[in-house]
């Protein structure tokens, strides 16, 4: 069956779709590397996995299947000049590791010290489809803190949403 959906429609709806911003992360033999996404979420718990796409056209593609692990960074509302230095703002990689402080992790990547959760992650499977490359990762190591608001990406804009502040629901 042939879509009857547009590229651009399809576009124009997904930017309606709130998700959280991460930042990938990855160290190893081939390199250190580090790109902005929002397309990350959780495929089961058991064993614990999760998957992030990746233009297959980056230029970091081959570094990350090469070191065959990942962190995921799930950003605060502070980190939108960070999100945006790994969206390529900063061209030089070291320039964007600057720009925050990181935690080494035993597997060997490293994890945004004030994320409000780390994944590290080890490449179990990576399937093309269309222009991205899906990741699919065991987690082997999860690092969070209990405060901080997630940075969200809405209708092309970081945008954040305040605290709780009452009981949900009735």
Request: contains cysteine; hydrophobic residues 45%.
């Amino acid at each position: 069956m042939t879509p009857n959906v547009t590229q651009t429609e399809f576009r124009n709806a997904m930017a309606r779709v709130c998700a959280p911003v991460n930042v990938i992360t990855t160290k190893g033999e081939a390199g250190r590397g580090g790109f902005t996404a929002t397309a990350m979420c959780a495929v089961t718990d058991a064993p614990p996995t999760l998957l992030v796409c990746m233009n297959s056209r980056s230029a970091q593609t081959d570094l990350f299947i090469a070191n065959k692990r990942f962190c995921v960074n799930v950003l605060t509302q502070e980190h939108k000049e960070l999100a945006a230095s790994f969206a390529g703002g900063l061209s030089d990689m070291d320039a964007r590791y600057a720009a925050a402080a990181w935690v080494d992790l035993p597997s060997g990547n490293q994890a945004l010290a004030d994320a409000i959760v780390s994944f590290d992650c080890r490449l179990a499977d990576v399937r093309m489809v269309g222009t991205h490359n899906i990741f699919i990762a065991d987690v082997v190591h999860v690092r969070s803190r209990p405060d901080g608001h997630a940075l969200l990406y809405f209708d092309r804009n970081y945008v954040h949403v305040p605290g709780q502040t009452g009981s949900f629901g009735g």
